[in-house]
């Protein structure tokens, strides 16, 4: 019954060395998001998803990378990470991009970089 | 701009006690609101929403109303577990070229047998 996944749960990375976090969902939703989370603060915003628009929020580092293969998936990449980028990151999708649609989160994957 | 306030946290309560986390809210307009629910190590979890004013969310015992007049939506729950201890998050839809969330920080609720 999962709707969005993220795999995997737990990444490890060297600082510097490039890792890829994956993001799947089974609503077929048109929008997909990534969020950062740092120490059960609020989750960031990184940059969404409108079907193949990708729309990258002003102060996302270009560190950050994302692409949308097709509606189910959707991928984050961190060409160069850094120690500041230890973090949980959240996948969500929504149905739409109005003043109504609930955002639905996977269960996140904690990167840690070493 | 817009903006969530919560209360700061953590609540420490006792098993059964009755709970109730402050959250109001700066926006123009009456956007939709939200309050999600975060356990240790994992994702956001929608609890409970409400879309315009007077509605009332509810779900798994908690509850929160939609209060336009005190801009307001303060989640209570009756009774708590032990299982209700993590982090609770509102947020609400706001609108500046596109529609994007904004959360509070959060509250973390502890619960004691």
């Known amino acids: 019954d999962a709707m969005v996944i993220q795999n995997p749960r737990y990444q490890v990375t060297q600082f510097g060395k490039p890792v890829t976090l994956s993001c799947s969902q089974t609503?077929?939703?048109?929008?997909m998001y990534w969020y950062q989370q740092k120490s059960s603060q609020a989750p960031k915003l990184l940059f969404h998803?409108?079907?193949?628009?990708?729309?990258n929020e002003a102060d996302t580092p270009d560190n950050f990378q994302s692409r949308r293969p097709n509606t189910s998936f959707c991928f984050l990449d961190i060409r160069s990470p850094g120690l500041g980028d230890a973090a949980m990151y959240l996948c969500a999708t929504s149905r739409g991009q109005t003043g109504t649609d609930t955002q639905y989160f996977g269960p996140g994957t904690r990167l840690t970089v070493l | 701009g817009d903006s969530v306030t919560q209360m700061e946290g953590p609540v420490t309560l006792s098993e059964e006690a009755f709970l109730t986390i402050n959250c109001t809210y700066t926006a123009t307009g009456y956007p939709s609101l939200f309050w999600y629910v975060q356990y240790p190590g994992e994702g956001l979890q929608l609890l409970l929403k409400?879309?315009?004013?007077?509605d009332k969310g509810s779900n798994k015992g908690f509850e929160a109303t939609y209060r336009k007049e005190t801009t307001s939506f303060h989640l209570e729950k009756g009774s708590v577990q032990v299982s209700d201890s993590a982090v609770y998050f509102c947020a609400l839809i706001s609108y500046s070229g596109t529609y994007k969330y904004i959360f509070g920080t959060g509250t973390r609720l502890k619960v004691l047998a």
């Open positions: 409400a879309t315009k004013a007077d």
């Open positions: 609503l077929n939703h048109n929008v």
């Open positions: 998803y409108y079907d193949k628009d990708f729309n």
